[in-house]
């Protein structure tokens, strides 16, 4: 069975930094495009960046030049480096696979506020 455990959420001032990772298990991990997702309160779940097994990337418009999404094939593990945090990137962040597998994990929990 898939399992996806996001980590490395948290309260953050505007302007700051934090780096998210998502373990994955019970899936072939370098044979998928991953990708990171988020949901605010009384929004819709949306895509934030995605990576494909080789490492191609792309980004929503709202974070292109502040997130890094990377992989790591060995580790089962993708990570989302966030800087230049805003209070509108508040947000419950999850992973999953391009396009999304029925299974979501608990999601991280990113605030952005002074």
């Known amino acids: 069975q898939v399992q996806l455990v996001e980590s490395g959420g948290g309260l953050v001032q505007p302007g700051g930094s934090l780096r998210l990772s998502c373990a994955a298990s019970?899936?072939?991990?370098?044979?998928?495009?991953m990708g990171w997702y988020r949901q605010a309160p009384g929004n819709g779940r949306e895509s934030v960046a995605t990576?494909?097994?080789?490492?191609?990337?792309t980004y929503a418009d709202s974070v292109k030049g502040r997130f890094a999404i990377s992989r790591d094939n060995a580790k089962n593990t993708v990570y989302l480096q966030m800087n230049s945090l805003k209070p509108e990137d508040t947000a419950v962040y999850y992973c999953?696979?391009?396009?999304?597998?029925?299974?979501w994990g608990q999601g991280t929990q990113v605030t952005v506020s002074s």
């Open positions: 019970g899936l072939f991990f370098a044979g998928y495009r």
């Open positions: 990576i494909t097994s080789g490492g191609t990337t």
């Open positions: 999953n696979t391009v396009p999304t597998g029925t299974l």
